[in-house]
Structures are given as C-alpha cells and as structure tokens.
C-alpha cells in the first residue's frame, strides 16, 4: 500500500506525463480511431548537378548536409529510395506555391542525377514516369502538382534545367502544358498576378518569369513576358482551373 510521499511522488509523476507530441496546448487528449497518415499533394522534382550517382548518394544521406529526398534515379534508371514516402523529406527548403509554405511536408522529393548541363537520360526519363504512376495512383495527385524545385523557390534553384522534358510528362498527365499556339491573352491581362494565380511566387517578378520560361518554354530570360508568352500563361490556368483537372479526394471518407 502506497502512503504519504510515495503517493506524491506519484501524482507528481502523472502530472508531468508527455502528452503526445502535436497536442494543442490546454486540450484534452480524447483520442479517436479514426485516422490514417497524411498522403502527399505534390512531387517536386530536382536535378542532381552532379556527374555520377554515387556522388549524389553521398550527399543525400550524409548526416553533415541535412538534405535528402525520397527518390533518387540514376542515368541508367535505377531508382533508389532514400527516404520512406509518409516522411517528410528534406529537399524543397524555403519553398512558396499557390500560398503552400512547406513544400516538403506535402510534397515527394524525386531527384534525377543530370549535371544541369546535358539532356536527361532516356532510361532514367523511363523510370521516372513509372516511378510517377505509381505515385499518382497511391496519392491521386492532380496534373498541375507535379513541379521543378525551381517553380517552388524561383528565388534559390534553377533546377531541373531547362533540357528536363515537361512536355513529355505532360503527355502522360504530370505537370500542366499547353500545345503551341495557344488563343491570345485577353487584353489587359495581368501578367503577374497570372503568374501567382497559376502558383508562383511573385515577391522577385524576374526570377519568377524566369522559373515560367524554363518549365514551360524551355528559356531562361527575366524579361517581361511577350503577347504569345502571356497567351501561353492564360492558357495553362485555364487549364489549371477546369474543374476536370482537379484531383479528388478519396471516395470513402466522409469529410
Ligand atoms: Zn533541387
């Protein structure tokens, strides 16, 4: 039988018990059955600017450089994964897309060793769009949210280059595309808030333009965008905006 201090010390103990991490401060704990692990919304995609793989490999899992992804596919298309789908991987960093600020924690990281300076190998082009599939399949991620690290920190990173092949991923339903020429722009159409609309992150309009032309022209200058460029832009949030592009959500949960 416990007495006196030994009672105290007990309910000393229960009073400092760790609540479960992610508990609202001053809520009380009344769990529910009724959950499962969050699902990725996006896929960001990376290059390596490296010239081999096992370089990369190194870095992505040396515990000194805090970066990593979940995938990492070589030039002849093997595909390693790194980090397991329902964590949160670090390779998006400081990152803003149609208003979302943590890229990584909605996102599956998917980098391609590539130097940035040549094209992107067949085979491992190959894996990807399986390895995209598959992912579209499990996580049922809309058209428009499959994007280059340099969409999400135009800022930052460049990367893929300008040689990744949006086009053809675009054909098999990852990343948005318009064929050329698409209608004129209607008159007064404002560029910029065009670019944030379509997800951009405008605080820079340069490197935003700049990030615009690398994924959907293959270009890279700053310049105000021309008429067939902002014909080209009111293009893709049309499509970006039809109802039959958006993804749905899972069929059998009630929210
Ligand atoms: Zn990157």
């Known amino acids: 039988m416990l007495r006196g201090p030994a009672i105290l010390l007990l309910a000393t103990l229960a009073a400092c018990a760790p609540l479960p991490s992610g508990q609202g401060r001053g809520a009380l704990w009344q769990p ?62 400081e990152s803003w897309w149609g208003g979302n600020t943590d890229l990584n924690s909605a996102s599956i990281g ?8 040549e094209a992107f190998a067949e085979a491992q082009i190959v894996a990807l769009l399986a ?16 994007l280059a690290h340099g969409d999400i920190a135009p800022t ?11 086009q053809r991923l675009a054909r098999h339903g ?17 560029a910029m808030l065009g ?4 997800g951009y992150d405008i605080a820079a309009p340069a490197a935003a333009r700049q990030a615009f ?20 832009l009111h293009c893709l949030l049309q499509t970006k905006l039809l109802p039959a592009s958006r993804g749905r959500t899972h069929a059998t949960e009630p929210e």
């Open 32 to 93: 529910s059955p009724n959950f499962d692990q969050r699902r990725p919304n996006f896929v960001i995609l990376h290059q390596t600017s490296n010239d081999n793989v096992a370089t990369a490999l190194a870095t992505l899992t040396d515990p000194q450089r805090r970066v990593s992804a979940h995938y990492l596919i070589g030039r002849d298309g093997a595909v390693m994964q790194l980090v397991d789908e329902a964590s949160r991987a670090w390779h998006a960093g």
């Open 110 to 117: 998917i980098e391609l060793d590539n130097t940035g300076d």
């Open 131 to 146: 390895l995209l599939e598959e992912l579209r399949g499990r996580y049922r991620i809309p058209s428009a949210n499959f």
């Open 156 to 166: 930052r990173k460049v990367d893929p280059g300008r040689l990744f092949p949006w």
């Open 174 to 190: 990852f990343g948005l595309w318009c064929e050329t020429p698409p209608a004129a722009a209607p008159a007064g159409l404002d």
């Open 195 to 198: 670019l944030q609309a379509l």
């Open 213 to 232: 032309r690398r994924h959907f022209t293959g270009t890279e200058a700053d310049a105000e965008l021309a008429p067939g460029e902002q014909a080209l």
